[in-house]
């Protein structure tokens, strides 16, 4: 947990790509917990199972929980989401709550929230 906050990575891509990653860009040590397309027991997005048992893992509750991501796929997730990235964002506008055009402002947008 840092600040208060956890951090938890859910995505499609291996675990070997995922942690390599992680690594490269120097933030492992930000992350509490990776979950990854390539583990057992998970479900693919868009079904929120992975996501729910990440918040329990946690011991986050769902409802103060921000799901980012750049995808369709992961704004069916959760609509209460921000997402920024890779795809239109009049076509994400129509699916999330929020839309970004950086991580950096999504960290903002989840931290000045009342």
Sequence with gaps: MNNGYSIAVNTSDSRVTTESILERLGVSDLVDMVVCGSDA??????????????CSALG????NAVFIGDTITDAMVRKECVLSGGID???????ADIVVDSIEEAADVILNQN
């Design 89 to 95: 964002k009049a076509i994400l506008e129509k699916k």
């Design 60 to 63: 986050v509750d769902p409802k």
């Design 41 to 54: 027991g998970v479900k693919p997005k868009p079904d929120a199972y992975t996501a729910l048992k990440i």
